[in-house]
């Protein structure tokens, strides 16, 4: 990736419920990281926009910190168009709060309903524009992971998507370990169970072999 520029988003989104609340999921960003790691080893100039994470920033890359899908939205769009290669690895959340109050939320000893409304598309809007880096997604499944996995590579207009199996609790979310399948729209190879440094390298060889060896 000598030359290249590559984006990655990584680590989860935190949707504000109110100043001390919010909601978020289980995203470490240690996947992303090691992709930012094994992108910077094969020469590209990479630019990381960071939600929550619980792992070390990668200092050789540009970081550019968010909290909300969309702060993350508006960094990818701002950046987007200068890229070769963007890797949608953040786990962005769907849905925010429609309504975020100023102050603490009081308990009361009654039910409380939240209202959520949808998240722009950071990959979808992404693979919209009229001039786009190659664009890889990331679908975290727990059942009919490769058909799944082929629906959301269509439906997005992605050129690959890297399938999670989140059913596994011993890879994944939080772990160290990973293993994933990289589809295409005529390939599928999977990338078996490794350190998610070792599977993030073999990622981007194959990524790199794929789309830019020709080039």
Do not use: W
């Not at 997005?156 to 399948?181: F, M, P, Q, V, Y």
């Amino acid at each position: 990736l000598s030359g290249k520029k590559v984006l990655i988003t990584l680590g989860g989104t935190r949707e504000a419920i109110d100043p001390v609340r919010f909601i978020s999921n289980h995203s470490s960003g240690k996947m992303g990281m090691a992709l930012a790691h094994a992108s910077i080893q094969a020469g590209a100039k990479t630019t990381l926009i960071v939600g929550s994470i619980s792992i070390g920033l990668e200092k050789r890359a540009e970081i550019i910190e968010v909290i909300s899908a969309e702060e993350m939205y508006q960094a990818v769009m701002k950046r987007i168009e200068s890229q070769d290669l963007f890797i949608s690895c953040a786990a962005v959340a769907d849905f925010r709060p429609k309504k975020v109050s100023k102050n603490k939320i009081k308990k009361n000893n009654q039910s409380m309903s939240i209202e959520l409304i949808e998240n722009r598309d950071i990959l979808a809007s992404v693979c919209q524009l009229n001039k786009k880096p190659i664009c890889i997604g990331f679908a975290a499944e727990t059942e009919n992971f490769i058909e799944n996995a082929k629906i959301k590579l269509k439906q997005k207009r992605c050129d690959a998507i890297l399938l999670n199996d989140i059913s596994n609790t011993e890879i994944g979310l939080n772990s160290d370990e990973n293993e994933l399948h990289l589809i295409t729209k005529n390939n599928s190879y999977k990338i078996k169970q490794n350190t998610k440094q070792i599977v993030a390298e073999k990622i981007i060889n194959k990524l790199a072999d794929y789309f830019f060896t020709s080039s």
